[in-house]
């Protein structure tokens, strides 16, 4: 256990549709950050929040969105699904951002 | 842009046969160099950062090593447990980029007994 919880772990859904992956940082991590995975693609950033705030965007579509509550855990909602968002999503968390992070098991999003 | 390569996609070894992955970077400033290690449907699990030219880390049968545009994974006398996909990433010293890690396509290792 990485002390990182993502839940669910597997979701399928269909093409329009809209889901929210969420995310628990370890404890006292500050930065959140969220990844895809697909098998084209490799693991690819998509965006950062820190203590609450973004601090980094990366290729995140307009049609998906995240924030950071108080608490630190995070989610990312992903809106009018298309068969290519079928992915694994990982979200990982780190300190401050300035060393590795840790990841955790990932959400593997199946959209059908 | 950064730009991290690993090579080679996929690597077969015998049980005790020892070798080495490769992964190239560009990126303006470096930060930091990660190695993860990923099994199949898990998350990247950490292994090394390296921070500087001439760094050396060593985890079991794993070494890790940084030039001004490489890295190698040493993998010694490996065992069909070090079978998984090994991943390289660095992270930019500055920028809007700041804490975002670019990732390398990985290498696929398989150990055979």
């Known amino acids: 256990d990485s002390g990182v919880t993502q839940t669910p772990k597997h979701l399928i859904t269909a093409t329009g549709q809209r889901v929210t992956l969420r995310c628990s940082p370890r404890?006292?991590?500050?930065?959140v950050y969220w990844y895809q995975q697909s098998l084209d693609q490799g693991l690819q950033f998509l965006i950062q929040?820190?203590?609450?705030?973004?601090?980094a965007k990366g290729n995140i579509l307009e049609r998906f969105s995240a924030q950071q509550f108080p608490d630190l855990h995070s989610e990312l909602n992903l809106s009018s699904l298309e068969l290519g968002d079928s992915a694994l999503y990982f979200c990982?968390?780190?300190?401050?951002?300035?060393?590795?992070?840790?990841f955790g098991s990932g959400t593997r999003l199946t959209v059908v | 842009e950064d730009q991290v390569t690993q090579s080679p996609e996929a690597l077969r070894l015998q049980e005790g046969e020892s070798s080495s992955l490769n992964c190239s970077y560009t990126?303006?400033?470096?930060?930091?160099l990660f190695w993860y290690r990923q099994d199949p449907g898990k998350g990247p699990e950490f292994l090394f950062t390296?921070?500087?030219a001439g760094e050396e880390k060593e985890k079991e049968r794993l070494k890790a090593t940084l030039t001004k545009k490489e890295s190698f994974l040493h993998i010694t006398a490996p065992k069909p447990e070090d079978s998984a996909t090994y991943l390289c990433?660095?992270?930019?010293?500055?920028?809007?980029?700041?804490?975002?890690?670019?990732f390398g396509q990985g290498t696929i290792l398989t150990v055979h007994p």
């Open positions: 990982a968390s780190s300190v401050d951002g300035n060393y590795g992070y840790t």
């Open positions: 404890s006292g991590d500050l930065s």
């Open positions: 929040y820190y203590n609450g705030e973004e601090r």
């Open positions: 990126v303006s400033g470096l930060r930091g």
């Open positions: 390296l921070y500087s």
């Open positions: 990433a660095v992270h930019q010293k500055r920028g809007t980029s700041y804490g975002k890690l670019t």
